[in-house]
């Protein structure tokens, strides 16, 4: 009985490591997302439509 409520205990308390894995996939996800969001930001037809707005603003 003594020798399941340790692993019990010792399985409980090894879950952090879980911690710094999905801190690892969250920033993967991050990333992966400010690529895309670049990839659309630096293309044609949305920096022209960029310029475009800012330029009514400033007149």
Known sequence: ???LRTRIRSRLR????MNTAEYAV???AAVAFA?????????????????AVIDR???
């Open 1 to 3: 009985m003594r020798r």
């Open 26 to 28: 969250g920033t993967l």
């Open 35 to 51: 690529g895309i969001l670049l990839k659309v930001l630096t293309s044609g037809n949305v920096q022209s439509a960029l310029t």
């Open 57 to 59: 603003a400033l007149k």
């Open 14 to 17: 090894g879950d952090a490591g």
